[in-house]
């Protein structure tokens, strides 16, 4: 439950970015308390979260944002640690001369 919209994955999918809040919340190396309803409530923004699930299910191939949103979203991939994601969008952001 990310801001009061729940979201659905496998816990695969959030413990593959090794090195980051979220494998580290989900793989057990840290106690997590479920709300009644089995939710983890995570108080982050719900819509942007919608992007850092698809770049953990499918890879940053599959991030498919508007200029608007790439900002956001790169905080969101800093909060929760994915390196990977972050070093992505920054190159989407930043991108390098030719």
Do not use: W
């Not at 299910?57 to 994601?85: I, M, T, W």
């Amino acid at each position: 439950d990310i801001e009061g919209v729940p979201h659905h994955t496998q816990r695969r999918n959030l413990v593959r970015s090794g090195d980051s809040m979220l494998s580290a919340l989900y793989s057990g190396l840290f106690s997590s308390e479920s709300q009644e309803d089995g939710y983890t409530f995570i108080d982050r923004d719900g819509t942007l979260f919608t992007h850092v699930l698809a770049y953990l299910r499918h890879g940053p191939d599959h991030c498919h944002l508007h200029d608007n949103q790439l900002q956001s979203v790169y905080r969101e991939a800093k909060y929760f640690g994915l390196q990977d994601l972050q070093d992505h969008f920054k190159a989407l952001c930043d991108p390098q001369p030719q």
